[in-house]
């Protein structure tokens, strides 16, 4: 819309589209590499099935349709091919973007639709390869053909196996260096290298885009480089799109409504029952199979480039082009609502109809730990956190650390966590909790404002060196700062008391006393950001503990009025935590087994002590 306003069929803000495409090329270029680099090889092998069928499926079935259309009508072989794969393409950009809004990437749909999509940007490659032989222009015969793409496949596999080694080898020692502007450097240079070396071979900028990025896409700075280049995607996407706006002749659109609006409709229904088809060929229910069909029923950004080089070598007249470039930008400008429709629509009718089979809706990743640096601290955190069972992510800076623990199996990811991107691909968004043990304060404050907007409810915990950090993250958004000076402290003052055979319950009880008061002064006394009460910052002086009853405990079988809990520790039980079920507030009667969890509220100088009725041995009350 902003194209057509300011564009030669608007306010002619801007004559020169010529200047706006070859800017809008770059969008192009960098929508193809951070294609490569979403996917990735191992993406490509593990959905195969999905994305070989149903993609398959539905490019073909959707040009084929189209194609038989078109030559019905009277238009050549070669014209109605052309307009059968440009119809037949999607776009990445909006369905992706919607998919996202709503948090449905790992649906059904979303995997069906993100398979397809995969399916049409890497057919796109093949199709420029052969537009010149529709076009007539090379001289290279259809015998001759098998014969070019086995050649052009052995330089792209010499091309492939020379930058397989070095890529990851450069990316590493910029890593390194820890400046994330010779990082972002030296990922432009692997793509203008590649785009070059691939001019070179004869092939499209875009094609070695889409190199560069898959190749990237299997190290482990895949991650960090995606954040790095999607601001620079979208602002170059931005401008291919404002080109195409500009592109459009409101005149035409307002001397043939009908026929563009009638083609505009053609597209849609065209594309929308092949998309249904090949959902369906996959064994999806009903609701992702409607959402999959309607959601494609639009022209991808990539229809206007085959339709751009097609212009060029002379298969399309400008008769031809211009109707076809009105109803696909229509289309496009009705994606968004066709995807919401879809969901209302599939809905409705996953009501009605009956479900037999498909696939089921995945268990997503949530509820986990995400632990910001694996030094010492972070490594002690996450073999704790293995041990206990809770699932975790990590996060770190250091290559060589991410290097060797990907080859052990950790979950662990390269690249700054104070980008938003990052903290995304670690699942910040459905984590219950992030550990940030990192040593530099300035990032540790980017970090936990970064935390805090990707996931307002998430609980932060931060480990910094001195006591006078901690206001500044409290007010960056953290929920508990550890200071590691007060925290020697406390390891002093234990080691002078039990050097004078000061008793471990009393020790206990000037370490939890001590703990209060110096942290007091420090808590904020806002309401925490997911709305619940800050306790510890408004009652400085109770603490909340759990324990859980083993089975040597003298609690286990044990009432909980006949405990002494309350008589003797003066804590007050707040909840049980039984297998999946939490008891809240439970009455005397309540009889507590081993393996409750136990939540407790009280005095640091009350609960000193505590924990030993829950482990044994004692005599039972």
Not at 112 to 119: A, D, G, P, T
Not at 121 to 145: C, H, K, N, R, S
Not at 223 to 239: I, N, S
Not at 537 to 562: K, M, N, Q, V
Request: proline content about 5%; aromatic content about 6%; overall charge negative.
């Amino acid at each position: 819309m902003a194209g057509v306003l300011i564009g030669p069929a608007g306010l002619r803000l801007v004559t020169d589209v010529g200047m706006i495409g070859r800017y809008a090329e770059l969008g192009v270029i960098l929508l193809l590499f951070t294609i490569g680099l979403e996917i990735s090889f191992r993406d490509l092998l593990r959905a195969r099935q999905m994305l070989v069928i149903g993609g398959a499926l539905q490019l073909l079935l959707t040009g084929a349709a189209v194609y038989a259309v078109a030559v019905l009508i009277g238009l050549p072989p070669s014209v109605a091919a052309v307009f059968g794969v440009m119809i037949a393409l999607s776009s990445t950009t909006i369905v992706m973007s919607a998919l996202g809004e709503r948090g449905d990437r790992s649906s059904p749909h979303g995997r069906f639709l993100l398979s397809v999509l995969i399916f049409q940007d890497l057919a796109v490659v093949p199709i420029m390869l052969l537009l010149p032989v529709l076009a007539g222009d090379t001289v290279v015969g259809m015998e001759q053909l098998p014969l070019v793409l086995v050649r052009g496949g052995l330089i792209l596999a010499g091309v492939l196996v020379s930058l397989r080694w070095g890529v990851p080898n450069l990316l590493y020692h910029a890593a390194r260096v820890r400046s994330s502007e010779v990082f972002l450097f030296s990922v432009v240079a692997i793509g203008v290298l590649t785009v070059y070396l691939s001019g070179l071979l004869g092939l499209s900028f875009a094609f070695g885009a889409f190199l560069a990025g898959l190749l990237i896409a299997d190290s482990e700075f895949r991650h960090e480089t995606l954040t790095l280049v999607l601001p620079f995607r979208d602002l170059f996407a931005g401008l291919f799109f404002v080109s195409i706006g500009m592109l459009l002749e409101v005149e035409y659109l307002l001397a043939e409504p009908l026929l563009v609006v009638g083609l505009t409709v053609g597209i849609i229904l065209v594309k929308a029952l092949p998309g249904m088809l090949s959902a369906r060929a996959l064994g999806l229910p009903i609701r992702p199979v409607v959402i999959g069909g309607l959601s494609l029923a639009h022209v991808g950004e990539f229809s206007f480039v085959i339709a751009n080089a097609a212009l060029a070598l002379g298969l399309l007249s400008s008769g031809q082009y211009q109707p076809f470039l009105n109803a696909a930008v229509l289309s496009m400008a009705l994606a968004p609502f066709l995807i919401r429709f879809s969901c209302l629509l599939g809905d409705r009718l996953a009501g009605f109809v009956p479900q037999r089979g498909g696939a089921s809706e995945p268990t997503p990743v949530s509820d986990h730990l995400v632990i910001v640096g694996f030094g010492l601290s972070g490594q002690k955190i996450s073999r704790i956190a293995r041990e206990s069972g809770i699932a975790y992510t990590i996060i770190e800076a250091n290559p060589e650390t991410v290097r060797r623990k990907q080859a052990e199996g950790e979950p662990i990811y390269f690249g700054d966590a104070a980008h938003a991107g990052v903290l995304e691909c670690a699942g910040v968004e459905h984590a219950r909790m992030l550990v940030c043990v990192i040593s530099d304060p300035g990032a540790v404050v980017r970090i936990v404002r970064a935390a805090r907007m990707v996931n307002p409810g998430l609980f932060i915990a931060v480990r910094v060196r001195y006591a006078g950090e901690i206001e500044a993250l409290k007010t960056a958004g953290a929920d508990e700062v550890i200071a590691e000076e007060f925290e020697a402290l406390i390891e002093l003052v234990t080691r002078v008391l039990s050097v004078y055979t000061v008793p471990f319950d009393e020790i206990e009880g000037s370490i939890d006393g001590i703990r209060a008061d110096g942290y007091a002064m420090f808590r904020s006394l806002r309401a925490s950001a997911s709305g619940g009460v800050d306790v510890e910052g408004r009652l400085h002086d109770l603490d909340i503990r759990t324990y859980r009853i083993l089975p040597t405990s003298p609690l286990a079988e044990c009432r909980l009025d006949e405990s002494g809990l309350r008589s003797d520790y003066g804590a007050t039980v707040l909840a049980i935590r039984r297998g999946e079920t939490t008891i809240p507030n439970p009455s005397g009667e309540e009889v507590l087994l081993p393996g409750d969890v136990v939540v407790l509220i009280g005095s640091p100088t009350a609960l000193s002590g505590i924990g030993v009725p829950f482990t044994g041995p004692a005599e039972k009350k």
